[in-house]
């Protein structure tokens, strides 16, 4: 009956989305990014929406949860139910309601993907890194699809309050900026690996040290042997969540050794980069200090980090090791801002964009320190190249861009 009644939900958001007719959208609100921009984007392309506040405090396994979510959801009587980032206790709530559940992921790794639910035909998640989207796929998941993250370009062009940042403790002091955590403040797993053989700890360390220096591809995983993740689970017992599927080798290698190569890979980068040149440092880790570096603390992201990309002549992103092909959501609101963006090679840039016409990367430490002092210097080709990627993320890559695609999806399903 519940799959009757997904067939008969989605004809009836395809023949909307086709006739231009307005259709009411459920929204799970939480302290997420993107609420505002998207919930913006759908009301631009006609539609209504209408918030749900939300905890991800329950289970599919919790009945009693799921019903109280189905009564709320029921309440907004919504063509399809839309949230960032998957949770399966709203997938398990639509299945049952007959309701589509339009989930967008920007966060990686995002365990609750590996959870049965994620199966379900009422389900339409999208993924922002190309290569979850073909592990699913090769696994014989039809209910994921890729696409990548956005930015408000409109927005964030029209933010021009320069004289109100100069007034705050994130006022731009230097060139180059990073905005970002350094994962020193929070979740330090590996710290906690305190009982593990010294036959584990300089495996793991050869191991880091050895992807820190591969951009592309990311070996982590299909390198931790049994005998290193009985070690390490020794010392940090990891769970399974009920329900789900992933493996404890893909806990302990996305949420604790790709953490680890990134605080470390950004540690050494930005020291490297504040000693040279000069740095801009926005973190949750306000204590921290580097020379050459004025640590900003922690910016509002949504406010004022857009006036930091503006007014940087550098912006550098240094992707979190566990994204392993895919644009970070800060790259497009670097280049959605204006801002010139130096990253690290990651490979589904170049399915969007054009290195060094919309954007810079650069494949090793040094390469980057070269790249940081050119670009200081030759003004007008950095300024060239912030505009073209501007215009690229404004003319193709916004929230409606995205929510014209998510509506497009519905109706090929239906």
């Not at 050794?257 to 490297?272: D, K, M, P, S, W």
């Amino acid at each position: 009956m519940a799959d009757d009644m997904s067939l008969k939900v989605l004809g009836c958001a395809r023949y909307r989305g086709q006739m231009g007719v307005k259709m009411k959208i459920g929204m799970l609100t939480w302290d997420c990014f993107g609420r505002e921009d998207m919930k913006e984007a759908f009301i631009k392309l006609g539609h209504s929406v209408t918030e749900c506040p939300f905890s991800d405090d329950g289970e599919p396994e919790d009945l009693a949860a799921v019903k109280k979510l189905e009564s709320q959801i029921n309440a907004l009587s919504p063509d399809f139910l839309f949230s960032f980032n998957y949770f399966p206790i709203a997938s398990a709530a639509c299945k049952n309601l007959g309701i589509s559940y339009v989930a967008w992921v920007y966060d990686s790794p995002h365990v609750r993907m590996y959870h049965y639910t994620v199966a379900y035909p009422t389900n339409y998640i999208f993924v922002f890194d190309s290569a979850v989207y073909e592990e699913f796929h090769r696994g014989g998941v039809t209910t994921v699809y890729y696409l990548p993250m956005a930015a408000n370009a409109e927005r964030l062009k029209n933010l021009n309050a320069f004289e109100d940042l100069k007034k705050t403790a994130w006022k731009p002091v230097h060139q180059v900026a990073f905005v970002g955590s350094l994962y020193t403040e929070k979740h330090q797993f590996y710290q906690r690996l305190t009982g593990i053989s010294d036959y584990t700890r300089g495996y793991l360390e050869g191991l880091i040290a050895a992807q820190k220096l591969v951009y592309g591809y990311n070996f982590v995983q299909e390198l931790l042997p049994d005998k290193i993740v009985e070690d390490m689970q020794k010392s940090l017992p990891m769970q399974v969540r009920p329900g789900s599927v992933e493996s404890i080798e893909y806990l302990f290698a996305q949420y604790v050794i790709n953490r680890q190569i990134t605080a470390v890979e950004r540690l050494e980068i930005l020291r490297e980069v504040a000693a040279g040149y000069g740095l801009d440092l926005y973190t949750p880790d306000s204590t921290l200090k580097m020379t050459g570096c004025t640590n900003h603390g922690l910016v509002d992201v949504y406010l004022y980090a857009p006036y930091v990309y503006k007014m940087a002549a550098v912006n550098l992103n240094i992707t979190l090791r566990s994204i392993l092909s895919g644009i970070p959501l800060r790259a497009f609101e670097i280049m959605g801002a204006g801002g010139f963006l130096l990253t690290n090679y990651q490979q589904d840039f170049f399915s969007y964009f054009v290195p060094d016409e919309d954007f810079v990367y650069y494949d090793s430490k040094a390469d980057l320190l070269s790249k940081i002092a050119y670009y200081l210097k030759n003004d007008r080709e950095r300024k060239q190249i912030a505009e073209n990627g501007f215009r690229k993320v404004a003319s193709g890559h916004t929230y409606v861009h995205r929510a014209e695609e998510i509506i497009s999806y519905l109706d090929i399903k239906a």
